[in-house]
């Protein structure tokens, strides 16, 4: 277990969020059936059970356990049939209870960490009872193949981008249909299979499809999305020798800073709309007032935009704004260089995060331009929104 001990080590000094997935094909054999990849049996549990007890016994913190890696629906190396992982999950369930009975914590359990397959989905969790999955979790790799030429076109065409809109609108209706106690979540993301693009998914470019889903799938009520990966691949947040980030790092940086977790319905309206702006707004996140993304996608377009408070009758004007503009070193949407303000980031000396300064305009009211491949993160401070009240 020493290799258990350095890892939770790690995440205690780095102040880290804990998902573990265990090995749902433990004690299962493969059906007959000649190339059918269908494991049949009950799941064996005593591992994962000996690993959660020694965890306790250390004191480490695990915030989730989930069971299995892409088994569901037709699976990608193996499969288990719903109503046979429903049943195993609600043992995964009784395992963490009575493992963490009197602890004080209850990790939470997640499943079925996979493609969205709807029948599938829906007959695990009817099996698995209520209560069981505290977090439904499915995977999205709706660029496809990191291999496809067209890869750089795909991140840049708003159709293409808004067709995975379905995938969280029938998701969430499971959820809310079946599963109601459960909270939607994206297990893991990395726009193109297979580690990704080279020389695409570990440059500026990747950020047009990767913040566009962070605001879509807040939207539509993912409570939680994790990106692959933070090293390894093509598509890590961090180069995988060096170290140094790579341009959707200070993209999630910002996210995660600037948006808070209430959802704001945002769009772009009036005689200029244009599908390849994109929008999504936040209240701020430990602030007051709201923060817009604003994903520019046209080559060629710089777009002038207005912010209003719509149907809730409030406006920006009365304050100053923020704006954190992101853009790729000498207009290259495949540099690994990005900049914000126009300024680049990179690492200190040490190795320490540079500062990420906005830009302050002191009329919250007056229009801000979003460059061509632009991105922009903007907070108005007095935005008075009821929602974030």
Not at 63 to 80: H, K, M, P, Y
Request: charged share 20%; hydrophobic share 35%.
């Amino acid at each position: 277990m020493s290799r258990w001990d350095e890892l939770n080590v790690f995440f205690g000094k780095t102040n880290t969020t804990v998902t573990f997935g265990l090995n749902a094909l433990k004690g299962r054999s493969k059906a007959a059936g000649g190339n059918d990849t269908l494991y049949a049996g009950d799941w064996d549990g005593r591992n994962a059970r000996d690993l959660m007890r020694y965890t306790v016994g250390k004191g480490y913190h695990i915030e989730s356990w989930e069971l299995g890696n892409e088994l569901c629906g037709g699976g990608v190396a193996a499969r288990v049939a719903a109503a046979q992982y429903g049943r195993d999950v609600a043992r995964l369930k009784r395992v963490v209870e009575r493992v963490y009975n009197g602890t004080g914590e209850e990790p939470k359990v997640l499943a079925p960490g996979g493609f969205y397959d709807g029948a599938w989905f829906s007959e695990m969790l009817r099996v698995s009872g209520a209560g069981a999955v505290d977090g439904v979790t499915h995977h999205i790799y709706n660029l496809g193949s990191g291999k496809d030429r067209d890869l750089i076109k795909k991140m840049q065409d708003p159709g293409y981008l808004d067709q995975v809109k379905k995938t969280f609108r029938d998701v969430a209706a499971t959820v809310r249909d079946v599963a109601p106690w459960s909270s939607l979540w994206v297990g893991e993301s990395g726009g193109a299979y297979n580690s990704g693009g080279k020389d695409v998914s570990d440059r500026y470019v990747d950020s047009f499809w990767y913040l566009d889903q962070l605001g879509m799938s807040a939207a539509h009520g993912t409570r939680v999305y994790c990106r692959q990966a933070l090293v390894g691949g093509n598509y890590c947040l961090l180069n995988t020798t060096t170290f140094v980030p790579n341009p959707d790092y200070y993209g999630a940086l910002l996210w995660h800073r600037l948006m808070g977790p209430v959802v704001l319905k945002a769009a772009t309206g009036g005689g200029g709309s244009s599908p390849y702006l994109r929008s999504y707004a936040h209240c701020s996140r430990e602030k007051p007032g709201v923060t817009v993304l604003l994903i520019n996608l046209s080559n060629s377009t710089a777009f002038d935009v207005a912010v209003a408070g719509g149907a809730l009758g409030a406006a920006p004007c009365g304050g100053r704004r923020e704006e954190y503009h992101l853009s790729p070193r000498g207009g290259d949407i495949q540099s690994q260089v990005v900049l914000l303000n126009g300024e680049r980031l990179a690492l200190g000396p040490g190795g320490q995060i540079p500062e990420l300064r906005p830009a302050v305009v002191a009329d919250g009211c007056s229009p801000l331009r979003v460059a061509p491949h632009g991105v922009a993160f903007v907070r108005f401070t007095d935005f008075k929104a009821p929602a974030c009240a």
